[in-house]
């Protein structure tokens, strides 16, 4: 029992990883995606 919970654990904390890595692509994304547009604007 206190291996599955560790498992759990485990599987919840990678969960968190892969979900902060995506936010931060996300928001990179999202930050290239405005300085396109500022350059679009600017050019």
Do not use: G, P, T, W
């Amino acid at each position: 029992m206190y291996q599955f919970c560790v498992f759990i654990r485990y599987l919840y904390c990678n969960a968190l990883i892969i979900a902060c890595i995506c936010k931060k692509e996300i928001l990179m994304d999202k930050r290239r995606y405005i300085i396109k547009k500022n350059s679009l604007l600017i050019f």
